[in-house]
Structure formats: structure tokens, C-alpha cells
């Protein structure tokens, strides 16, 4: 038997090369549950021939199982992949979806509507060119629909089209799609988005998804899938400066040394200057390495190793830049914040922040408001909960480079990370650097720390002593001063109870107060440190990440966190100021081991039991490390 092909290798090369030439367009679909994101997406894929065969048996199948449509397939199921998500049919995870069509190729992302999933979304708006925001014909415009329309605004989608499905629900009411239509261009007129059109359709039986149907005869507009392959891209990257974040050094050998990474936006030549962003050091491409030869440009997106002409100082985590429109480069910025942690955002406390390029440490200085998702309205807030979006300003340990969201969003955005676990907290898109961050700089004084520190013979240290009230930390503090003061020691003590009747008078007792009580006294215990004081500081700090913050803040060996442990039931018998009666009593809120937690330090220099010791002993053995500390 002979099989004949029409397939030479000249078609496929013609085939290949038609594909490369296509035009790509990222999209999501979002919106509130149920709305039929999945179920849309389902549908395209199969209205377009881009299901196999086997693929459509295992659907069928699966329909059968799990699916919501009665004898009739579940379109969703084909991108619902999670077995969780089959089984509550809902989306969880962002799904993604490759395919094309003879005008162009498709990257589509399915994300959920639930709001506790909302770093999804923002995970799958954040590389889209337009979004589908889906709304439900019986239910109409809702919170979740407008949160969001709003992220996506953030994230810099400019192209919107709103899906009104499940239209064959409402018998294909052409009053209840202008209806809906209207509420949300109202709604989101102020939004910046620069095309917004509205497709009535029903996902599940392909109403108006890749034909017009009959069943709309007073809807003229295009099918979904019509729009899709005409709508501009909007990726002008070559007409953006030039940005590069070097991924990897490579260094096969003693004679190659080459930075690879993927440009970010704009275009580089063989010949072009790039400057280094932080240190403003600048040389010229030598050459575009990629695998199995070379190239004489590159563009946004493109993946390459750039040799430079001069060995000047670039390691990973730097950004190569045009030298004549250079990124920000500075410690403080103001930005838009997503949070999706359950534990809301509290100003002052420390927190990782990492963009393309860099990780640092960072502080939330000002939470000015928050923004409401209904009406814009910008509110005051003390903390930023889950799923809300806020203006902040951030101080950062080390100066980054980046470019404002608006601008460049691979520049421009960051994530926040928990110091402590490493999960991913919330997201940012930078506004602009803020101007005290050029107009305050450190004066160098001539006497420093070392000099006041050997005048008064001693080392300079932070002995921080943490535990619940009534632990005894303030008691065995006193008695180690007098101790150390007997000695000859410069000490001061910074008290709790004492600093919150003048410098922290205007403080409280929530989480977001806390937080600020502890980083002022971290840093005049900074100051007095600078000085060459021995600083005792008794203060609950029942926080992990603000002990963290204070023991960052000094040199490294400067800072001892001392323990004091009493168990609380112990510190409520012993109740030296009436506070635990009136805590459990419920007179007091926020009190730490009763209505607010305390953190236990995981491994404090100094671990003080107090049951069966007094606190002349204690100090006695805090004194001991003390002089251990300075013979050595």
C-alpha cells in the first residue's frame, strides 16, 4: 500500500513562517462566579476545531461526571483542570490556553471570580492585552465584576469587552443587555480603558462567540471572536526605551562573558550604548549571542545574550537601559497596592519586596487611602485588607531602578513577599519616586560610633527585652542598669510604658499601632547605639517581623533579643497593674496573650526563665554575656 503526502518541507516552512509572522494577542477572561468564564473559553476552543478527538471523548466523559449541563457538554470542564475544581465547579488556579486561527494567535487566561482568589486575576491581567469581563444577564453588574474592571485598569489593560452572557436565560432581551451595558460604562468611564465593547451571548450554546447569531437579530455588532483578531495589540515595544534585566552571567569560559535575559521593551543594535542603571557605567554592544548563532537586533520579548565591549561591572539582578532615557533610580516611590493576604497590610511594618530585577527590603511609610472599588472614593485607612487596593509610600533599604507602571509595566511592577514564609502578600505598580527622596541626603559627621564608643570603653549594644506584661522584663532591665552603671557602663533605658507618655503618646493599641511603637523606639535605640550607649529596651514587641526590623536596623552582633519567659498564666496571677482583669473582662481590647497574639522569639540570644529565679539573678546572667561579649 502507498500512502502519498502533499506535505514537502517547503510547506512546512511556509506554514511556519506564516505563524511566526501572526500577530499575538493576550487576553483574560474575568468577572464575578458563575458567570461562565471557563465555559466560554470551552467554547472557543471547540467552535475553533482545537479540541482532538480524544480530547472531546475525555470531555464528554467528564460532562457526565462532573459536569453542570445536563446531558450536554460542560465547555468548562475542558480548562476547570483542578480535580477541586471540578468537584465545586468553580476556578481556582489561572488556567492557560494556547490557540490560533487564520488572522492570528491567541494566549488566553481563565481566572477566577471568587474573591479570595483575586491574586489570581492580577496574576493573569498582568502580561493581557485586553480583558473579557464577563457578567451574568439574571444578575447584572456586580462588586466582583467592578473589583475586577478595576485591577485590570490598574494592571494597564486598555481594551475591554463586556461578554453579557447566559443572554438566552432572559430570552434574549435586548432591553436587559442595554441595561446592563450602560451600568457598566457608567461605572467604568473613568477608568482609562480605550475601547469598551459589549457582546451579548450565551457561552454554552455559542451564541455571537465565533458567529453572529439569528437569535440577536437587534444586536450589529461583531462576534467575539471577530473582535478579538481585529483589536490592536497595543504592544509597541520597539517605540519604548530600551530596558534589559540580566538575568544570568554567563561565563562558559575565561574568554566569554556575556549577560542573558529578555528585553524587556524597546530594541538593541550591535554598536548601541547601554548604561549600567545603578551605577551609571556605559559601554557598547559588542554582540546578540542566541543559541546557534547571532543577531544584529533585538526586540521586546526577545530572549539573548548581550556581550558588551568593556568589562564594566554588571551582575545579575542589574538593568541595562538606553543611556539618554534612564529608569528612576531611588530608595522611596509611591505605588497602587493589591493585597491578598487574609492578614491585612500594616503601615511601618517590614515587608520583601521584589521587582524583574531586585529584591529589598522594604517598609510601607503611609497607607494615604484606600480605594473603594464601587465608587473610586478614596478612604482613609489605618491597615489595607484583603482584596482591597490602596496608594502607598514605600522606603526601601537600597535604591532600585524602575520606570513608572504607566510606562514600562515590566519595569514598573513589584510583588510584597512575607519575610518570614515567602509567600506573596500583595501587588504593586509603581506611581512615581517620591521628591524627599532627592532632596534628603545623609551628612557625614566626622566623630562617629567608633570614637563615642571608645571614649566611653565599652561596646555599643541594644539588649532588647521581650514577654508578655507582667513577665518581668522592666524589673530585671532596672536591675541590670544599676548593674551595669555600677560597672561604669553608659546605658539608657528605654521603657514602654514611660516612651508612650511623650514620644509615642498619640499611639494606641491595635496591630497597625504596635507596628508604629515599635519602629520609633527601634530607631532612637539606632540613635543611642550611634552614640556608644549600652541601650536596655523593655518594651512586649509581640511581633516577629518588627523585632526582625529593629535587630536589621543595627550592626550586625549589636542587637540581643532577651527572652523573658513567663508563662501568662503566671504574668495574669501576678497582674501588677489590674490589666489582664480588666482584658478578660473584656475592658480592654487588643491585649497581648487575650484578644491579640504574642509571637515567641524562635531563638533569642538570651532565654530568660523566670519561674524559681529572681531578677537579680537574671540581670546578674545578662551581665555575664555582656562581658563574654566585650572580651571577645
Known amino acids: 500500500m502507498t500512502i502519498t503526502s502533499n506535505i514537502t518541507p517547503e510547506s512546512v516552512a511556509s506554514y511556519l513562517s506564516a505563524q511566526e509572522e501572526k500577530s499575538m494577542l493576550r487576553f483574560l477572561t474575568c468577572g464575578s462566579v458563575d458567570d461562565g468564564k471557563s465555559t466560554l473559553i470551552g467554547r472557543l476552543l471547540y467552535d475553533t476545531k482545537l479540541i482532538f478527538e480524544d480530547q472531546l471523548a475525555t470531555l464528554k466523559s467528564d460532562s457526565r461526571k462532573h459536569g453542570t449541563a445536563g446531558e450536554e457538554i460542560d465547555f468548562a470542564l475542558l ?50 492585552d485586553l480583558a473579557i469581563v464577563l457578567v451574568d ?4 453588574v456586580l462588586r466582583q465584576t467592578r473589583r475586577h474592571s478595576f485591577i485590570a485598569s490598574l494592571l494597564g489593560i486598555r481594551h475591554i469587552v463586556v461578554a453579557v452572557n447566559k443572554i438566552d436565560l432572559v430570552g434574549y432581551d435586548h432591553a436587559v443587555f442595554r441595561g446592563i451595558v450602560d451600568d457598566y460604562i457608567a461605572f467604568a468611564k473613568n477608568l482609562g480603558f480605550e475601547t469598551i465593547v459589549a457582546i451579548p451571548m450565551s ?110 561591572e554588571v551582575s545579575r539582578g542589574n538593568l541595562l537601559v538606553a543611556p539618554h532615557d ?5 530608595d522611596q516611590f509611591q505605588a497602587h497596592v493589591i493585597w491578598f493576604d487574609a492578614n491585612p497590610l500594616i503601615p511601618g511594618r517590614s515587608y520583601l519586596l521584589r521587582t524583574e530585577t531586585d529584591s529589598v527590603h522594604c517598609t510601607i511609610t503611609a497607607l494615604k487611602y484606600e480605594i473603594d472599588v464601587n465608587t473610586f472614593a478614596h478612604e482613609a485607612a489605618k491597615l489595607l485588607p484583603m482584596n482591597s487596593v490602596g496608594i502607598c509610600n514605600i522606603s526601601l533599604q537600597a535604591p532600585i531602578a524602575f520606570d513608572a507602571y504607566k510606562t514600562n509595566r515590566v519595569t514598573g511592577n513589584f510583588v510584597i513577599i512575607d519575610r518570614f514564609t515567602n ?35 565599652q561596646k555599643p549594644a541594644v539588649l532588647w527585652f521581650t514577654g508578655y506584661s507582667g513577665s518581668g522584663k522592666s524589673t530585671i532591665a532596672n536591675n541590670l542598669e544599676k548593674v551595669l552603671h555600677a560597672s561604669g557602663k ?3 533605658m528605654l521603657d514602654g510604658d514611660n516612651i508612650r507618655h511623650g514620644l509615642n503618646r498619640d499611639l494606641g493599641f491595635t496591630a497597625e499601632d504596635r507596628v508604629e511603637n515599635i519602629r520609633r523606639v527601634a530607631e532612637v535605640a539606632k540613635l543611642m547605639a550611634d552614640a556608644g550607649l549600652v541601650v536596655l529596651v523593655s518594651f512586649i514587641s509581640p511581633f516577629k517581623a518588627e523585632r526582625q526590623l529593629a535587630r536589621e536596623m543595627m550592626d550586625e ?50 532565654h530568660l526563665h523566670t519561674i524559681g529565679h529572681d531578677p537579680q539573678e537574671l540581670a546578674r546572667k545578662v551581665a555575664d554575656f555582656l562581658n563574654g561579649r566585650e572580651r571577645a
Not at 326 to 330: D, E, G, S, Y
Open 490 to 492: 553608659h546605658t539608657y
Open 423 to 457: 509567600a506573596t502578600l500583595g501587588a504593586g505598580m509603581i506611581d512615581h519616586p517620591l521628591r524627599r527622596a532627592e532632596n534628603v541626603h545623609w551628612q557625614a559627621t566626622e566623630v562617629d560610633k567608633t570614637a563615642r564608643s571608645e571614649i566611653k570603653n
Open 326 to 330: 534612564r529608569p528612576h533610580v531611588t
Open 79 to 128: 480548562v476547570d483542570g483542578l480535580e477541586a475544581e471540578r468537584e465545586q465547579g468553580i476556578t481556582i488556579d489561572v488556567a492557560y490556553r494556547f490557540f490560533a486561527t487564520a488572522r492570528r494567535k491567541f494566549i488566553v487566561a481563565d481566572t477566577p471570580g471568587h474573591e479570595e482568589y483575586t491574586r489570581n486575576m492580577a496574576t493573569g491581567a498582568s502580561t493581557a
Open 203 to 312: 457561552a454554552r450554546f455559542g451564541d455571537n462567540v465565533t458567529e453572529n447569531s439569528e437569535k440577536t437579530p437587534w444586536y450589529d455588532g461583531p462576534a467575539l471572536l471577530q473582535h478579538l483578531e481585529s483589536v490592536p495589540t497595543d504592544r509597541e515595544g520597539a517605540e519604548k526605551p530600551f530596558r534589559f534585566p540580566v538575568q544570568f552571567v554567563s561565563r562558559p569560559d575565561q574568554n566569554f562573558r556575556g549577560f542573558a535575559g529578555q528585553v524587556a521593551s524597546g530594541k538593541i543594535s550591535v554598536g548601541d550604548e547601554v548604561v549600567v542603571a545603578k551605577s551609571g557605567q556605559s559601554s557598547k554592544v559588542k554582540e546578540l549571542v542566541i543559541y546557534g548563532g547571532s543577531l544584529k537586533e533585538a526586540t521586546e520579548g526577545r530572549a539573548v545574550t548581550i556581550v558588551l565591549e568593556d568589562q564594566i
Open 557 to 606: 552582633g549589636e542587637f540581643i533579643e532577651i527572652f523573658v519567659d513567663t508563662p501568662i498564666e503566671e504574668c495574669a496571677r501576678r497582674d501588677p497593674k489590674g490589666l489582664y482583669r480588666k482584658a478578660q473582662a473584656g475592658e480592654i481590647q487588643n491585649f497581648t496573650g487575650i484578644s491579640s497574639p504574642y509571637e515567641r522569639p524562635e531563638s533569642p540570644e538570651i
Open 137 to 140: 444577564s439574571r444578575q447584572g
